[in-house]
C-alpha cells in the first residue's frame, strides 16, 4: 500500500553548542566583541557568573598601552561596557579570535566599530602573522575625530591566505580612545551574516525545515540565561549577549566550579529575525521552539508555576513570535519585523512547545503543553504544535508522554502535529529498532527531532562520526522512511562542532576556521533528504526478508523519478532483485544511475580528507529489466535513482 511522504520529512536541527554558531555559522570573527562576556561557574542549582569583560582582548605592545573597562557613558544601557585603551604612539591591543584570522586570498573582511576620544586621534585597524607579529599583513588607517560615540568603517583585504592571523588595533598619536561593538565578517557571508562554506553545507543538503534554537538552549541551565527571542532582534548593538548553558557542561559533580569553556557566551548576532532569514534562504520551514517556563530538567529544579502570572508571559511569548513571523505591518511585532527589513510575513507554520521535556510529581508538563496549544490555536488554529516525549524513548517518561498524547491526537489530531522523540543509542540499538515505528498506531505522529548513533567512545571527538555510525543511522532511516504515515519529520543532532571547542560528540559537521566537511553521517542524511519522493512503495516480502542478512531496502517515487535505497551493513555481498520491486510497484522499464557509500566501518573524515567517505555517483547505468539483479557490496550504502 502506497504512503505519502510529508514534504520536507528530513532537515535540520540546530543548538548554538560547540562553538556551532559563535565561532561557527555566524561569520564574526572576533570573540567578545561588544565587551560584556561572562565567565560560567557551577553545577546543577548552583550557577553563578564573574565579569570577563575583558576575554579575548590583550596588549599587544607589551607595557606601552593600558587597556581599561568602563560603564561611565556607554553606547547603550543594554550593553553598558565599553574598552578604554590609553598609549603612547604605536601602541596596540589584539583580539583573541578563536585561533586567529583566517582570510582567503583575493577576498576582504568588513570591519567596524564604535568609537570616541576627547583629542583627536588616528588608530590603524590590521592584521599580523601569528609567527612574526612584526609582519603585517594588512592595515587601514581611521581618525577618530567625535567625542560622543561614533560609526567607523573599514575593509581589509589580502593578496595571500591568512591564517592564524592576529586582529590589531594600533593608537597612532599618543591619548586614549574609548571603543565598543567590533564587528568583522568576510565579504563573502551569506546575507551578510553567514559562513559560507556551512551554509553551502546545509543547503546540499536541501533541508525541509530548520529547528531551532535547540535543544538545551532553550530552557538554560537557570531560568535566567534561558533563550529569550525578544532580546535576539533589534539592532545588534542592543542584544545583550547571554552566557551559554554549554559554558558549564561536565560540572555535573558538583566538585568542578569551573569547565572548559567557561567563556562560551552567546552574542545574539544571530537572533530570532536571523534564523527566519536563513531558512528562508535556504528554502526549508522554520521551526522555531518556546521555553515553557522550564529551565533544563537535567541541571536545574527552577520553574516558574504554570497558575502564576510569570508563566503567562512565557504563553504571550509564543503568541508574539507568530505575530513577528506572520503579522501584518499593522501588528505590534509584524511591524518590527517590518522595520527590520522583512515587510512580507515569513510564513510561519510550525512551533515547537518545550524542548526535552518530561513530567514529574514538581514539573506538570502536561498542563503547560494544554495551555499553550489552546492559546496558540484559538488564535492562530492554523499553527502546527509540536509535543516533546522526553529525553529519550525506552524511560518512563517516554511512557508517560504517549499516555498523555495518545488519547489526546486520537480525539483531536490538531492537538499535536508531531511529538518529538530523542534518542542517542548504539548502532546495536539502531539494527535491532529498525522497525520500531511499524506498531505505532497511525493517528500517533512522530517528529524524531534529534537521533544519532554513538559508538567509538574511545576515539577522539571528531572519529566518533565513523562509517560504521553512518551504516547503522542508515540502516535505521529505512524504517523512518518505510513509517512515513508515522514518522512526519526527522533531523539528526548535533548539527556543528568546531575542532577543538567540543562539548557534545558526535556531530554532523566539524570545521576550523580555514574549512569545514561532513561526515558520513552527514551524506546519510543526505541520501535521505535528496533522495526521497513523496511516495512510498511496497517492498516484497524476500526482499524484506534479506534483513536477517543485514541488508535494508526501501523504495519511493516522485512525478518523475523512482529512489531505491540499499544499505548492506553485513559482511557479505548481497544480490537484490530490483525486478521484483517493479514487479510489485508497477513501474516502468528504465535506466538508472547509482550514488553509492563505501568504505570501512573506522573510517572518517577529516579537514585532510573531507570526502573520504562520501556520497558519490558511479559510472554504471544499467537497464532495468526484468532479470536485474543489484549486487549490494558488504558494507556500502547506495541509492539507485530511476
Keep these: 500500500m502506497e504512503k505519502s511522504i510529508n514534504k520536507g520529512m528530513f532537515g535540520l536541527f540546530f543548538e548554538d553548542i560547540n562553538y556551532g554558531l559563535d565561532g561557527g555559522l555566524h ?43 568602563s560603564d561611565a557613558e556607554p553606547l547603550n544601557q543594554v550593553n553598558p561596557h565599553y574598552l578604554c585603551a590609553e598609549g603612547e604612539t604605536n601602541s596596540s591591543f589584539c583580539n583573541k579570535a578563536y585561533d586567529g584570522i583566517f582570510l582567503k586570498k583575493g577576498h576582504s573582511a568588513n570591519i567596524s566599530f564604535y568609537a570616541k576620544t576627547n583629542s583627536k586621534n588616528t588608530v590603524s585597524i590590521s592584521i599580523y602573522s601569528k609567527d612574526k607579529k612584526s609582519e603585517l599583513i594588512s592595515s587601514n588607517i581611521i581618525i577618530i575625530d567625535s567625542s560622543d560615540w561614533k560609526k567607523y568603517e573599514t575593509t581589509i583585504s589580502t593578496n595571500d591566505d591568512i591564517e592564524e592571523g592576529i586582529f590589531v588595533v594600533t593608537l597612532c598619536t599618543q591619548g586614549e580612545v574609548c571603543f565598543d561593538q567590533f564587528r568583522m565578517y568576510p565579504d563573502d557571508a551569506v546575507l551578510g551574516l553567514f559562513r559560507k562554506d556551512l551554509v553551502d553545507l546545509l543547503k546540499d543538503l536541501r533541508p525541509g525545515f530548520m529547528r531551532f534554537p535547540g535543544g538545551c538552549i532553550v530552557e538554560g541551565n537557570e531560568l535566567t540565561n534561558r533563550y529569550q527571542w525578544k532580546k535576539t532582534i533589534g539592532p545588534s548593538e542592543e542584544r545583550k549577549s547571554n552566557w551559554n548553558r554549554w559554558a558549564v557542561h561536565g560540572n555535573d559533580d558538583g566538585q568542578k566550579d569551573i569547565g572548559k569553556f567557561p567563556y562560551y557566551n552567546q552574542t545574539l548576532g544571530i537572533g530570532f529575525y536571523e534564523y527566519f532569514l536563513l531558512c528562508e534562504y535556504l528554502g526549508c520551514e522554520p521551526l522555531p521552539v518556546m521555553n515553557v517556563g522550564l529551565a533544563c530538567q ?32 499593522d501588528t505590534t511585532w509584524g511591524k518590527k519585523r517590518a522595520e527590520m527589513g522583512h515587510k512580507e510575513p515569513f510564513n510561519l507554520k510550525l512551533i515547537g512547545i518545550g524542548n526535552e521535556q518530561w513530567e514529574t510529581d514538581k514539573v506538570d508538563f502536561f498542563k503547560r503543553y494544554e495551555r499553550f496549544e489552546k492559546e496558540i490555536h484559538d488564535r492562530y488554529p492554523e499553527i502546527k504544535c509540536c509535543g516533546s516525549a522526553g529525553p529519550d524513548v525506552t524511560s518512563q517518561h517516554y511512557t508517560d508522554a504517549w499516555n498523555h498524547f495518545d488519547h489526546k491526537m486520537k480525539a483531536n489530531p490538531d492537538y499535536s502535529y508531531a511529538v518529538d522523540e530523542h534518542y542517542y543509542v548504539s548502532d546495536e540499538w539502531m539494527y535491532k529498532n529498525v522497525h520500531m515505528y511499524d506498531n505505532y498506531d497511525k493517528h500517533k505522529k512522530v517528529f524524531a527531532g534529534e537521533y544519532a548513533c554513538h559508538i567509538n567512545p574511545e576515539e577522539v571527538p571528531e572519529r566518533r562520526n565513523s562509517y560504521g555510525a553512518a551504516l547503522a543511522e542508515a540502516a535505521f532511516m529505512t524504517g523512518l522512511e518505510k513509517n512515513c504515515d508515522v514518522v512526519l519529520m526527522a533531523s539528526y543532532a548535533p548539527l556543528f562542532a568546531r575542532l577543538g571547542y567540543v562539548q557534545w560528540q558526535p556531530d554532523l559537521i566539524w570545521f576550523d576556521a580555514k574549512k569545514a566537511y561532513g561526515t558520513p553521517s552527514y551524506y546519510v542524511q543526505k541520501l535521505y533528504s535528496c533522495f526521497t519522493g513523496d511516495t512510498e512503495l511496497e517492498i516484497p516480502s524476500d526482499i524484506a526478508d534479506l534483513e536477517k542478512d543485514k541488508v535494508y531496502v526501501c523504495a519511493s517515487k516522485s512525478a518523475d523519478k523512482t529512489f531505491i535505497k540499499v544499505i548492506n551493513a553485513g559482511d557479505n555481498d548481497i544480490s537484490v532483485n530490483l525486478a521484483k520491486i517493479n514487479a510489485v510497484n508497477k513501474l516502468d522499464k528504465m535506466t538508472y544511475e547509482i550514488w553509492k557509500m563505501e568504505g570501512n566501518p ?41
Design 27 to 69: 561569520a564574526e570573527m572576533l570573540e567578545n566583541r561588544s565587551f560584556e562576556f561572562v565567565e560560567g561557574r557551577g553545577y546543577k542549582c548552583h550557577y553563578h557568573q564573574e565579569p570577563a569583560y575583558m576575554y579575548g582582548w590583550n596588549a599587544f605592545t607589551d607595557g606601552s598601552i593600558k587597556l581599561s573597562i
Design 298 to 329: 537535567y541541571q536545574s529544579d527552577q520553574l516558574v508555576a504554570s497558575d502564576s502570572p510569570e508563566f503567562e508571559e512565557y504563553v504571550k511569548d509564543a503568541l508574539d513570535l507568530i505575530e513577528f513571523a506572520n503579522g501584518s505591518i
Design 602 to 642: 573506522s573510517d572518517c573524515n577529516s579537514v585532510s580528507e573531507p570526502e573520504k567517505i562520501s556520497l558519490k555517483k558511479t559510472s554504471d547505468t544499467s537497464d532495468f529489466s526484468d532479470a536485474k539483479l543489484f549486487t549490494a557490496k558488504a558494507k556500502t550504502i547506495s541509492v539507485l535513482v530511476f
